[in-house]
Each structure stands twice: as C-alpha cells, then as structure tokens.
C-alpha cells in the first residue's frame, strides 16, 4: 500500500465523498463546478508554479536542512530581544496543544472562557506591572503598540493641541523607525529630543520615553513626566516588564500610558516575533484602547463570566472612525506570556529580575575595576562600554566564543543580559574585553527608582506553584474552550482550517526559534533562504512581482500595501489622491486602514445581488476623478460569490488613474485557481493565518504579508534598522515580522504543491456549496454568483425568520454550542445572518452534522414562529445550557432536559459550555478589565 499524500489528509473529504457531494451539489467533477462557478476571465492558464509536493517526513527533513544553515549563538544583543526560558510546562500544554493554537478570536463568550481567562490574567499582570489601571489583551509587537499610543494620545489631546509627538533619543530604533512610517500619513510631526536635558517643542500633544532606555540607561523620567503635562501633552513609556517588577512602575511617576513587549515572558526571539505587544492606559483613557480588552461580566444565571468588553469588533461598526485597525492581535503569546507570570509569580519574576540585573551590575563592575568605562551606572540588563577604537575587535573576539554583543559604533559596545545569562556567557564577555569578571556587585539601579509595594497580588499569581497544579490549571483553561480539536468552526471569512502536526512542529526548533532578529548574517542563512523561498512562492501563488512577510497581520498588510500605493502615487506627482473607494461590504479594517494611511474612505454600494454597484462605482470614480487614490475589494467578496465584474472593475478603477488593492483574506477560494496579481490588482494582503494554515491562536499571531505588482517593489515595508529608512517604512519593529512562525506556510505549501493546493481551494468551495445546498430550504442563501453558486463561503438570511419568530442570529448562534458547533460569522457582512465557511479541512461527516444541526434549529425557530413556544421561553433564547442549569434540582423550563443538552441526536462529542449566555451590557457598565477577587466566583 502506498502512503497517502499529505494534501489527502489535508483535505478532509475523501475521493467518494466529494463525488456525493458533487452529485448533491450537481456536477460530475471538481473542474466542472469550478467552471461553473469562476468567471473564466480570471483563471489561471496552468497548474501554479510551485515545487511538486513531497510527504511530510520529507518536507521536515529538508527543512531541517534549512534551519541547519543557522548557526544559533547566545545573543546578548538585546534591543526589545532576549533570551527568556519557557517553562516546558507551558510548552508543551500551551504552544504545542491545539486546544490553545487552533480556537478563533474569543468573540462568542461562552466557548472562550479558558482563553479569556488568560487574557484577563495578561491584563492584570500588565496593569500591576505597569502601574496603570487598564490594560488591553495584547497588540502587535512594541513598536506598533508605541505607533498606537502616539494616536491615541492625539484622540485625546484637547481641541485646538498641536501636532508634535516627541520622542526621545534612548527609544528603540526599531520603534522610532514606526513610527516615522505612522505619523507622516496622518500629518503628525516627530521631533526626536533627548528629553532629559531639552526642552519640549511647541504643539507637543504627546512624549515617548524608553524605560530603560536603548542605551541601557534607567532614568528618573518624573521630571519630564511633569513638563510634558504642563505644557497639556500626555506621556507614554516604552518599558521592559521583566525590568519593572524591580523598578518604580511608570504609572507611579505619572506616565498616562504604557507600551512594550511581553517577549521576554517565555517567548523565544524567534527571528523577531510573534510577540505579544501590551498597552496600559490611565483609567480615563480606557474608552481609547486599540486591540480588544477582556472584561467581566456575568452570565444568564449570574455566575461571574469574561467577554470582549467595549470596543470588541468596533471597525466593524465604525469603521473609518474605528479607534485603530487591529483585529487579530497577539493572543498565543499572551497567553504564554501570563502562563510564565502565573508560573514564576512574583517572587519569581522578581528572582529572575534580580537575577539579570545582578549579572549585569558584575559585568559593569568589571569592566569598571579594569578601567573600562560604562556610559550608564544606572542600569538594568544591559551595559554599554567605551571601548574607544576597538569595539569591532570586542565583538568578534566575543562571536569567536559564540556570544553575540552589540556594536553601538566604533567606540562602544553594548552587552544585555537576560534570564539565560551563565557564568560562562560573562567570562566569555569579559575575556572579549581583556578584564576580569568579578564575584559580585550590587544590582545597579539607584534606591529612589527601586519598587516598592507589591504586584501580582492576586491569588491567580501563587496558587499553581506545583507543576501539577499548572499543568491542571492550564488544562481546565483548555476544556472550557471550543477549537477545532473538537470540531468545526465554520466562520466566514475567517478561514478555520487544519493547522497540521507535521507544519506546527518546527516552530518549536532551536535552530530556528533561538535566533537573534538582529544576529549578524553569517549566522541567518537558513532563516533568509526559509524566507526568500516563502516569499516567492507565495508570490507566484498570487500572481505579484514580490511578497513581505513583515506585516504580522492582516490589518498592517493592508496599511502597508496602502501606504505603497500613496508613496508610489507621490513620487508621480499625484500625492494629491487621498480618496480610497471602499464597497460597503468591506471587512472593518479595510476603512480603519485607510484612515492610517491618510487616506478618505468613500463606500461604494452593492446591489441587490451582493456585487458592487458598477453604476455607483462609476458615480463615485467620477465625483472623484482627480482625487482618486485606489479601491479597495475583497474577493471573492466578503459576500462569498466570485464576481465576474473584477475585471472591468479593475479596469475602470486603472483608467481613472487609481490603484486596486484586493484584500486577500479570502484567497482560500482562489490559491491555484485564480492570481489577484493576473487579473488586474496592484497589490493585496495575503493572511497566512487564514489561506495558509497559520492557526488562529485564540485571535493571532497572524502574518499578512504584502504582495506587490512589478511597480510597487520600491515600496514594500523596509527594514526598521537599515541606515537610509525605505521609501514607506517599515510597518512592523522586526525586518521580516512573526518569522518564528512562517515554518507552517512552507511547511503547508511543500507538502501540498501545485496540484495540492488546486484541490484544496476547489474541495473548499464544494464544501461551501454542498452546505448551501443542504441548509437552503431552511435558510435563504443571500447572494449566489454564476449558476446559483457560492465560493468557498455562503451567507444565510435569517432576517425574516427573526421578523417572523424574534429569533435572533444570536440565539441560532448560542443554541449551536448545545449541538457542539462553534457559530459561522455573525452578522458580518449583512446584519441578520450567518456566514458560513466549511473550509476544505471538514469530512463529510462533519458537515452533515453542522447540517443536521442547522435543520434542527430551524425547526425549533419554525416552533416559536408558530406560537408554540414564547421566544424567551425557547431552548434558542436560553442557549447555551451548562452542565450546571441542565442538572439542577429545579427545571421549570418549556423544554426538557435532553432537549437542551442532547439535542436532536446530539451524543457524540458533546461540549459543556462553562457559562450561560453572557450579559455584554452589563459588564460594559461595570466595567472591570483586571482579575476580580476569587470571591466573586463563588462556591469555587
Ligand atoms: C481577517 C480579515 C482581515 C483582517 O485580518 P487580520 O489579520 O485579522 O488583521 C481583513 N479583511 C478580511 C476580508 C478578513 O477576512
């Protein structure tokens, strides 16, 4: 018997199965149906060129070869990167479980509670740390977070404030390099200051500090803290964690915001992320969050229950007045970022601090009692020496030993140290540098910036000391949580499909996950050729001239790829076109992403079918005529059909002078069939996180890398420490991203090849349409393309169901948890119905079941439509039924028992939610964002 390839158990239908469906469906062939149902204007010629897929131990094994070009050294290189432990606990019931990696973003409350949980405990560390009272769950990395804080700062400046953002001389270059790619689009002037001896300019709003500085330096910033807010600016500091649990937390000097990274909280460098970003923020800056923040609220029954409080899915709502683009975010990372703070505590977090900056203050003593001079004695990890005429000598005699320092210029060089810093790394250093290392010194940061007052206090933070306290406590996070370990997640647009063993593996390798972002070259090899491979094929897949993977999400793909056209634009002579022609059923981000990058959002309409409104499209070129930058479309259309327009829409779009950007979220329904880059766009995003297997994490990491027509080249993200910054900027802190996890796309796209990846897409769009078929007699497909068919996802209309039975798509949505279904997309992008997209991944069965349940709720809607149940009486309004509720003494419901947790024949795999149905207006009442005492849940 010969092995199966990898791209049939990738592809959860088998052979048989798809002929059935095909006959339910009404074809006799993949091909046939996707004649059907692609216009053939955009269809590929041939087979996508890429290398002819190889089995699984195959793949991995070349890419060990890969990875074997690397030569991973210890890196005191610092920067925002370090060397950190993750505790293997967390390792192995985290990172490498799948309950965690592959849930979606904890929208529906009730199946999230575990990694909501986890969220809740980043916050509260952050806030403690911080010493601010409100922190989100995560961002992207350090530097688009302080990007982040700079607007948010501008939000809430008073009427009439200037337009200056100041920040000072010690932030990280790779922040500062962000940042100058952020303000300049929305007409933010930066002054670069050394803030501890200059005054601030006129028309400052806002002041970013670094704590500890770049150079290592740890300063009393209260004084500056106290200028900036005399002359009415708000002040946001860039701080390490680790370092704050020894020193006075910025909200203690005044700070009204704080930014940073969560990296050194377990996370290996991994060539540059993903890292969880964090911002805190005063309390009265709370409304103003970017990224989503986890609050408690309570369920149905009153039992204490978490959810996305406030602004969860605000672009969806506000769009171009969304507070910022962010959606998938960084929540693996954060998970295990607080993974390692309930592991170590605070004792433990404090150890592990004193324990760098003891290594470091003896490295400082050394150098100091031989002569060598230190720029900083105020220091936390890291010590900057003079080394006048001789720092490249240093460092290379250091890199003979295999340790890595930072070279700051000819004269200086700079050495941090970290969590895994031994005794043999200091030798090493100080043998690089002639002197020697001496037994002890005190730790060197001055008493008046020394903590005081205690942090992580609550009970979260001790109680799981034991590893099998920790590992039970990671494991009961876990089974409160729906992923696809337990089946489906049909989201729209979301894409939730398999994220293999074999692809996840090798993001746990030393060799790739211990390298230094900024390791020099002749240690990167195998890293840069991972990445030009990756990049390439992913361009040939989309039809473009080149990829960056730097973006690390969809979001900053799409303000990279907008801000390339605007530059491209301007460098014409036409930097006068701002006008960015959206159709209204865009994806949020799209809108809260051309506002970032300068632009004006004007919505186009659909028409009655769900495609754009080519007579309105016409209207709004024209009004626009001189101002037109670009339209950006999703396709296929977040309505789920292929639009056989594209192309004349495309066309018309390029003769007015404008450019197309194609959001390729959706290019799960075009990979080898179809190439954006062919049929007539500029540019497009492409979310390895949705299309190319990356799992979700709980709501990121994500990449979405940009992919450029021949003309945009110049104007990809550029790497944040290049001497000469590029034309656009960098858009994430790190060159090349989340690279730590761009093993699973070329792991995806090596084991599946051309013919692979072929019928992956077309498997998914039968999926989509044999679902369409099944459930259209109980639920109106919305819009279908040619012949009545759907892409790779189907909207359906409840919206007269609900006027008929006040059901609501909520309620269908709560009640598909009893039958052990995460909900399809809610009300995006037509309010009142659910999206749904099977993915290629579901077997036959699967979907059956999906479809057997959407039936019998259907029933149970005709039910209350009928009269024979009150809505509010119904299992629907009641969903979704705990453990706890069905087997109460009491039952005075209008239903029985095994209706509601055995509905319909519902016996295998059942799925207890931990919650009732969550009160989201209460909790944004109440509004708590930190651990509530334990307490507050009761007999627990
Ligand atoms: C998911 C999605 C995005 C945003 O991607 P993120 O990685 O979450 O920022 C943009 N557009 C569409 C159509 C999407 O489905």
């Given at each position: 018997?010969?092995?199966?390839?990898?791209?049939?158990?990738?592809?959860?239908?088998?052979?048989?199965?798809?002929?059935?469906?095909l006959k339910?469906?009404?074809?006799?062939?993949?091909?046939a149906?996707?004649?059907?149902c692609m216009?053939d204007?955009?269809?590929?010629?041939?087979?996508?060129?890429?290398?002819a897929?190889?089995?699984?131990?195959?793949?991995?094994?070349?890419?060990?070869?890969?990875?074997?070009?690397n030569?991973?050294?210890?890196?005191?290189?610092?920067?925002g990167?370090y060397?950190?432990?993750?505790?293997?606990?967390?390792?192995?019931?985290?990172?490498?479980?799948?309950?965690?990696y592959?849930?979606?973003?904890p929208?529906?409350a009730?199946?999230?509670?575990?990694?909501?949980?986890?969220?809740l405990?980043?916050?509260?560390?952050?806030?403690?740390?911080?010493?601010?009272?409100?922190?989100?769950?995560?961002?992207?990395?350090?530097?688009?977070?302080?990007?982040?804080?700079?607007?948010?700062?501008?939000?809430?400046?008073?009427?009439?404030?200037?337009?200056?953002?100041v920040?000072?001389?010690?932030?990280l270059?790779?922040?500062?390099?962000?940042?100058?790619t952020?303000?300049e689009?929305?007409?933010?002037?930066?002054?670069?200051?050394?803030?501890?001896?200059?005054?601030?300019?006129?028309?400052?709003f806002g002041?970013?500090?670094q704590?500890?500085?770049?150079d290592?330096?740890?300063?009393?910033?209260?004084?500056?803290v106290?200028?900036?807010?005399?002359?009415?600016?708000?002040?946001?500091?860039?701080?390490?964690?680790?370092?704050?649990?020894?020193?006075?937390?910025p909200?203690?000097?005044g700070?009204?915001?704080?930014?940073?990274?969560?990296?050194?909280?377990?996370?290996?460098?991994?060539?540059?992320?993903?890292?969880a970003?964090?911002?805190?923020?005063?309390?009265?800056l709370r409304?103003?969050?970017?990224g989503?923040?986890?609050?408690?609220?309570?369920?149905?029954?009153?039992a204490?229950?978490?959810?996305?409080?406030?602004?969860?899915?605000?672009?969806?709502?506000?769009r171009?007045?969304?507070?910022?683009?962010?959606?998938?975010?960084?929540?693996?990372?954060?998970?295990?970022?607080s993974?390692?703070?309930?592991w170590h505590?605070?004792?433990?977090?404090?150890?592990?601090?004193?324990?760098?900056?003891?290594?470091?203050?003896?490295?400082?003593?050394?150098?100091?009692?031989a002569?060598v001079?230190?720029?900083?004695g105020?220091?936390?990890?890291?010590?900057?020496?003079?080394?006048?005429g001789?720092?490249?000598?240093v460092?290379?005699?250091a890199?003979?030993?295999?340790?890595?320092?930072r070279?700051?210029?000819?004269?200086?060089?700079?050495?941090?140290?970290d969590e895994?810093?031994s005794?043999?790394?200091?030798?090493?250093?100080?043998?690089?540098f002639?002197?020697d290392?001496?037994?002890?010194?005190?730790?060197a940061?001055?008493?008046?910036?020394?903590?005081?007052?205690?942090?992580?206090?609550?009970?979260?933070?001790?109680?799981?000391?034991?590893?099998?306290a920790?590992m039970?406590?990671l494991?009961?996070?876990?089974?409160?949580?729906?992923?696809l370990?337990?089946?489906?997640?049909p989201?729209?647009s979301?894409?939730?499909?398999?994220?293999?063993?074999a692809?996840?593996?090798?993001?746990?390798w030393?060799?790739?996950?211990?390298?230094?972002p900024?390791?020099?070259?002749?240690?990167?090899?195998?890293?840069?050729?991972?990445?030009?491979?990756?990049?390439?094929?992913?361009?040939?897949?989309c039809?473009?001239?080149?990829?960056?993977?730097q973006?690390n999400?969809?979001s900053?793909?799409e303000?990279a790829?907008?801000?390339?056209?605007?530059?491209?634009?301007?460098?014409?002579?036409?930097?006068?076109?701002?006008?960015?022609l959206?159709?209204?059923?865009?994806?949020?981000?799209?809108?809260?992403s051309?506002?970032?990058?300068?632009?004006?959002?004007?919505?186009?309409?659909?028409?009655?079918?769900?495609?754009?409104?080519?007579?309105?499209?016409e209207?709004?070129?024209?009004?626009?005529?001189?101002?037109?930058?670009?339209?950006?479309?999703?396709?296929?259309s977040?309505?789920?059909?292929?639009e056989?327009?594209?192309?004349?829409?495309?066309?018309r779009?390029h003769?007015?002078?404008?450019?197309v950007?194609?959001d390729?979220?959706?290019?799960?329904?075009?990979?080898?069939?179809?190439?954006?880059?062919?049929?007539g766009?500029?540019?497009?995003?492409?979310?390895?996180?949705?299309?190319?297997?990356?799992?979700?994490?709980?709501?990121?990491?994500?990449?979405?890398?940009?992919?450029?027509a021949?003309?945009?080249?110049?104007?990809?993200?550029?790497?944040?420490?290049?001497?000469e910054?590029?034309?656009?900027?960098?858009?994430s802190?790190?060159?090349w991203?989340?690279a730590g996890?761009l093993?699973?796309?070329?792991?995806?796209?090596?084991?599946?090849?051309?013919?692979g990846?072929?019928?992956?897409?077309?498997s998914?769009?039968?999926?989509?349409?044999?679902?369409?078929?099944?459930?259209?007699?109980?639920?109106?497909?919305?819009?279908?393309?040619?012949?009545?068919?759907v892409a790779?996802?189907?909207?359906?209309?409840l919206r007269?169901?609900t006027?008929?039975?006040?059901?609501?798509?909520?309620?269908?949505?709560?009640?598909?948890?009893?039958?052990?279904?995460?909900?399809?997309?809610m009300?995006?992008p037509?309010?009142?119905?659910?999206?749904?997209?099977?993915?290629?991944s579901?077997?036959?069965?699967?979907?059956?079941r999906?479809?057997?349940?959407?039936?019998?709720?259907?029933?149970e809607i005709?039910?209350?439509?009928s009269?024979?149940?009150?809505?509010?009486d119904?299992?629907?309004?009641?969903?979704?039924?705990?453990?706890?509720?069905?087997?109460?003494?009491?039952?005075?419901?209008?239903y029985?028992?095994?209706?509601?947790?055995?509905?319909?024949?519902?016996?295998s795999?059942?799925?207890?939610?931990?919650?009732?149905?969550v009160?989201n207006?209460?909790?944004?009442?109440?509004?708590?964002?930190?651990?509530?005492?334990?307490e507050?849940?009761?007999?627990?």
């Amino acid at each position: 018997m010969t092995d199966r390839s990898f791209s049939d158990r990738h592809i959860g239908t088998s052979a048989a199965d798809r002929d059935a469906m095909l006959k339910a469906v009404g074809f006799s062939s993949l091909e046939a149906l996707m004649d059907a149902c692609m216009p053939d204007l955009i269809r590929s010629a041939g087979p996508v060129g890429l290398p002819a897929a190889v089995s699984e131990a195959e793949a991995q094994a070349e890419l060990r070869a890969i990875a074997a070009q690397n030569r991973p050294m210890r890196s005191m290189i610092g920067l925002g990167y370090y060397g950190t432990r993750m505790p293997a606990v967390i390792r192995r019931n985290v990172l490498e479980n799948p309950s965690w990696y592959t849930a979606y973003t904890p929208y529906q409350a009730e199946i999230s509670q575990g990694r909501l949980e986890a969220l809740l405990n980043f916050q509260t560390m952050v806030a403690d740390l911080t010493g601010l009272s409100v922190a989100g769950a995560s961002l992207l990395d350090e530097a688009s977070a302080a990007a982040e804080a700079m607007l948010l700062a501008r939000r809430a400046a008073p009427r009439g404030a200037g337009e200056v953002f100041v920040v000072d001389s010690g932030v990280l270059p790779q922040t500062l390099a962000v940042l100058r790619t952020r303000a300049e689009p929305v007409g933010i002037e930066l002054v670069v200051a050394d803030c501890a001896v200059e005054e601030l300019p006129e028309g400052v709003f806002g002041v970013l500090l670094q704590y500890p500085g770049a150079d290592g330096a740890v300063r009393d910033w209260a004084g500056v803290v106290e200028a900036a807010h005399a002359a009415g600016a708000r002040v946001a500091v860039a701080a390490d964690l680790l370092a704050l649990s020894l020193l006075v937390p910025p909200g203690e000097f005044g700070a009204d915001i704080a930014v940073g990274s969560a990296q050194r909280f377990g996370m290996p460098v991994g060539f540059g992320g993903p890292h969880a970003g964090f911002m805190a923020v005063r309390d009265e800056l709370r409304r103003q969050l970017p990224g989503r923040l986890v609050g408690v609220s309570r369920d149905a029954d009153g039992a204490v229950a978490l959810r996305l409080a406030l602004q969860a899915r605000e672009q969806h709502i506000r769009r171009e007045k969304a507070t910022s683009n962010i959606c998938t975010a960084q929540v693996l990372p954060a998970v295990i970022a607080s993974s390692y703070a309930v592991w170590h505590g605070p004792e433990g977090l404090e150890r592990i601090a004193e324990g760098v900056a003891g290594r470091a203050a003896r490295l400082a003593a050394s150098l100091e009692a031989a002569g060598v001079g230190v720029v900083h004695g105020s220091l936390f990890d890291t010590v900057v020496a003079r080394a006048p005429g001789r720092a490249d000598a240093v460092v290379a005699s250091a890199a003979a030993y295999g340790v890595n320092l930072r070279r700051v210029d000819g004269d200086h060089v700079a050495v941090a140290c970290d969590e895994t810093t031994s005794e043999a790394d200091l030798r090493i250093v100080c043998d690089a540098f002639g002197v020697d290392l001496v037994d002890e010194a005190p730790v060197a940061v001055p008493a008046r910036l020394r903590r005081h007052g205690g942090f992580l206090t609550h009970p979260v933070f001790s109680q799981y000391r034991s590893e099998t306290a920790m590992m039970r406590y990671l494991k009961r996070l876990a089974d409160a949580d729906y992923g696809l370990d337990r089946g489906m997640i049909p989201l729209g647009s979301c894409t939730m499909k398999l994220n293999a063993a074999a692809e996840m593996e090798p993001v746990s390798w030393p060799e790739l996950a211990e390298v230094h972002p900024l390791a020099p070259e002749s240690q990167t090899a195998g890293w840069r050729r991972l990445i030009g491979q990756l990049e390439s094929w992913l361009a040939e897949v989309c039809g473009y001239a080149a990829v960056s993977v730097q973006p690390n999400a969809g979001s900053q793909g799409e303000l990279a790829g907008l801000l390339a056209i605007r530059a491209w634009q301007a460098d014409r002579g036409e930097g006068g076109r701002d006008v960015c022609l959206i159709p209204a059923s865009a994806h949020g981000t799209n809108a809260a992403s051309a506002v970032l990058a300068g632009m004006r959002v004007v919505v186009v309409a659909c028409d009655a079918a769900g495609n754009i409104d080519l007579e309105d499209l016409e209207a709004k070129v024209a009004a626009n005529a001189d101002s037109l930058a670009a339209l950006m479309v999703t396709y296929p259309s977040t309505h789920g059909v292929y639009e056989s327009s594209i192309v004349e829409v495309c066309g018309r779009v390029h003769d007015a002078g404008g450019q197309v950007y194609v959001d390729g979220a959706n290019l799960n329904a075009l990979v080898g069939w179809a190439k954006p880059g062919r049929f007539g766009a500029d540019v497009s995003h492409l979310n390895l996180h949705k299309t190319f297997c990356i799992p979700h994490g709980g709501g990121g990491p994500g990449v979405g890398p940009v992919a450029v027509a021949e003309h945009l080249v110049p104007y990809l993200p550029s790497d944040p420490m290049a001497e000469e910054p590029g034309r656009v900027g960098p858009v994430s802190q790190a060159r090349w991203g989340s690279a730590g996890i761009l093993q699973i796309p070329w792991m995806y796209l090596r084991m599946m090849g051309p013919e692979g990846v072929a019928s992956a897409t077309a498997s998914a769009v039968l999926a989509a349409n044999y679902v369409a078929a099944r459930l259209r007699d109980s639920f109106p497909v919305l819009y279908t393309g040619e012949g009545g068919l759907v892409a790779h996802e189907c909207v359906l209309d409840l919206r007269e169901l609900t006027r008929r039975s006040g059901v609501t798509v909520e309620d269908v949505a709560k009640r598909l948890i009893d039958y052990g279904f995460h909900a399809p997309t809610m009300s995006f992008p037509v309010a009142g119905t659910l999206m749904v997209e099977p993915t290629e991944s579901e077997d036959l069965a699967e979907l059956d079941r999906f479809c057997a349940a959407m039936i019998a709720i259907r029933a149970e809607i005709e039910a209350v439509a009928s009269g024979a149940v009150a809505v509010e009486d119904s299992a629907l309004r009641r969903a979704p039924h705990t453990a706890a509720a069905v087997t109460a003494e009491a039952w005075d419901r209008a239903y029985s028992r095994s209706e509601a947790a055995w509905p319909a024949g519902m016996t295998s795999a059942k799925y207890w939610p931990p919650v009732g149905r969550v009160d989201n207006a209460w909790g944004d009442r109440n509004l708590a964002c930190t651990c509530p005492p334990i307490e507050a849940y009761g007999a627990d």
